[in-house]
Structures are given as C-alpha cells and as structure tokens.
C-alpha cells in the first residue's frame, strides 16, 4: 500500500466525461488534477490518464518517458493512432473506463504498482553503483597497500646470492598474492657462525606476511642478547621465544620451520625443525638424503620443547629447502611420490634455477612458492 495519496494527473479536453473520470479518481482516494495539456504536467503527478484523442505523434513518447501513463477512450474510435500510444510505453488501455470500473481501478493500482518498482529498482542501481565506485577505490587503496608492503617485505629479505663465512647462500620467493607468508634469512654471526631461517607461516597474503614481520623481529631480540657461544643452546632458545611469542598474539597463526646455525671450524650444521615439509635435503657428492630429525611447529602448543640436532658437512655439501607450495608444482598422485621426484630434482640441479625449471609453474601458484640453497665450504 501507498503511504501518500498518489496524484493522478488527467488529460482530456473539458466536459462530461473528463467529470466523471475525475469523480471515479476521486471516489478510488486519488487525487485528480484535470487538464487540457502536457504542459499542466509537475512532478507531484504519479501517473497520468489520458484520453486517446488527447495527444498524437510524439507526444506520447514525451509522456511515456517522464510519467507511467494510461490511455483511456469513452468509446471505440476509428482513424485514432493507438499505435503510437501503445509503441511510446503506456501501461495499458482501456475503452469506457466509466463502465468498468473495476477494471479501471485494478489498472491504476498495478500501473502505481509497477512505478514505485521501476523506480525502486532504479534507487537500488544508484545506490549498487554508488557502492561499487567505493569499492573500486577501497580495493584500489588495498592493491596500493599490499604493493607497498610486498616491496617493504621483500627489501627484508637477504641478499641473494651471498657470500658468509665460507658458504654461499641463495633463494628465490614466489608469492601467490601480493605479501607472503614465507619468510627466510640468512646472516653471519661473527667470524665463524652462520645462522639461517626458513619459516612457513600458516595460510598466506597479509596476515601471514605481518607474522613473518614479526618472527624477524623476535629472531632479532634473541640474537641480540647472545654471547656467541654454544649455538645448540641459542636455537631452542630462539624457538622457544617464537612459540610463546606467536600464541600470545592470538592470531590463529603457527608456522613451519628450519632453524640452523652452521660453525665454519667445525664444519658442523646445528639445527632444529618444526613441522617443516617437505623436508630439507641435504646434496654430497652425488648423494641426496633427507635431512633427519622433527619437532613441533611454532604458535600452536605451549610449553613444547625443541629438540637440537647436529650434523658434520662434506666439504662441498649443498643444503636445500623448499616451502610446501612446490608440492603443487610436481605431477604426482601421492605425496610420498612428490617428495622421492623433489629429491631426484634436487640431485639434478646445481641452482636454484634448475630446480626451479624442473618444476611446473603456472601463471598463478595456488599458494606461496619459496627455494632456498646453501653450499659450502668456499674460500672467501
């Protein structure tokens, strides 16, 4: 039902039939403004009844377009173009509306009806478009955002290659949006210690990236209260402080990780693991093994420990790790049969990028794709 009485304007040369079609409106509970012509017509008018003699040619396009209109004749008229009226849009016709009262009544309300549509529809375009024009520019905004903070976070990263303490250490990052939750380091600590990170946080774009941000960080507090000596004691320190660290964030984040120190006399690799998959491979000569040893992700449990581990390098050892987005670039139907065809891979290659060219690389990756290698041991 209408709230306001509807205004119905009536168009029709004065007399007895224009008074009674006044009256019937009227008697229907509009409000009926008689007169002879389009230019009597405002906008308070919500429809317009129209005697089919009363206008001709393009007069009823004019009408059509500006009000729902309704043709009416007080009998059958011949030579009268009904066409045209039917053709510029009026919403119905009827002849003797006086003698059919009802009918006239049900055309009017339907044509009301069909009005407060069209133009609720047309309310609901704007305001769609409105919207969307916000969202355009808020999505705009976020493009700009992310693009800046992927350029913040890959100006985090290590240089690649390069050259430390003996080693040389290498990546190649792929993010599958605009940030990663990826995240490696690798550094010299002092003359003889080498430390090295890879971590793969859970999920991946912005929430993701800033937890990588802050593991950075952290690793960073850590270090910077170290003695420098014995590094088996510094790893699960570290990874201790990432734990409690990350679950106090509440975040919903855990991470995957390889944390490894490596001492250039000794020529001995330290390092801890949490959940990392696939596993690192560890390349001498021209063997390949998968590095041994586990332990728990990082933000998921409280009060886990992190278990060290050691082993001794050839000289000319390679260690690679690859985040779990290279599983989606091996064509295999099992994962066990991803991991055996990932280490003949790594037996194949000499870089980075041949491993990389051995893999399947679409124009999008479902998910972040991260290659690291270290090798050693080099003169500097």
């Given amino acids: 039902m209408l709230s306001a009485r509807p205004v119905i304007g009536l168009i029709d040369r004065p007399g007895a039939f224009r ?46 377009r500006r009000y729902p209109t309704l043709a009416v004749s007080d009998r059958t008229y011949d030579h009268v173009d009904i066409i045209s009226a039917i053709d ?19 055309l009017i309300e339907r044509a009301l009806e069909d009005s407060e549509r069209r133009q ?7 305001r769609l478009e409105a919207l969307n024009e916000q969202l355009q520019t808020h999505l705009t905004l976020l493009r700009e955002d992310l693009y800046a903070g992927g350029q913040i976070q890959r100006k985090l990263l290590p240089v690649s290659p390069q050259r430390l303490n003996g080693l040389e250490a290498s990546f190649w990052l792929a993010p599958s949006l605009y940030l990663s939750g990826d995240f490696l380091d690798y550094r010299a600590l002092g003359a003889h210690y080498s430390l090295f990170t890879f971590i793969d946080v859970s999920g991946h774009g912005a929430s993701s990236a800033f937890v990588t941000v802050l593991i950075k960080s952290l690793i960073q507090r850590v270090l910077a209260q170290w003695d420098g000596q014995h590094p088996e004691e510094l790893l699960p320190a570290m990874l201790t402080s990432l734990n409690e660290n990350l679950m106090e964030t509440g975040v919903g984040k855990h991470a995957a990780l390889f944390l ?10 330290f390092y801890s693991l949490g959940a990392q998959m696939p596993m690192p491979f560890i390349k001498e000569g021209s ?9 728990p992700p990082i933000g998921l449990f409280p009060g886990v420990r992190f278990p060290v581990f050691e082993r001794v390098l050839d000289a000319g050892f390679s260690l690679w790790l690859c985040s779990d987005g290279v599983f989606d670039c091996l064509q295999a139907d099992t994962l066990d049969e991803k991991i055996e065809m990932l280490r003949l891979r790594v037996a194949e290659s000499a870089s980075i990028a041949d491993l990389k060219g051995s893999l399947t690389l679409g124009d999008a990756l479902p998910d972040d794709l991260t290659i690291m290698m270290l090798s050693g041991f080099h003169d500097d």
């Fill in 19 to 64: 008074d009674r079609l006044v009256g019937l409106l009227e008697r229907f509970g509009y409000k009926a403004v008689a007169m002879d012509g389009l230019d009597a017509l405002t906008r308070r008018v919500s429809l317009v009844v129209v005697h089919i003699t009363a206008l001709e040619g393009r007069q009823w396009d004019d009408l059509a």
């Fill in 88 to 106: 510029a849009g009026v919403e119905d016709y009827l002849i003797d509306p006086v003698m059919n009262t009802s009918l006239f009544k049900r």
């Fill in 120 to 126: 609720a529809a047309v309310r609901d375009r704007d």
């Fill in 260 to 269: 490894g120190m490596i001492d250039r006399r000794s020529q001995t690799l």
């Fill in 287 to 295: 063997d390949v093994d998968v590095l041994s040893g586990d332990g």
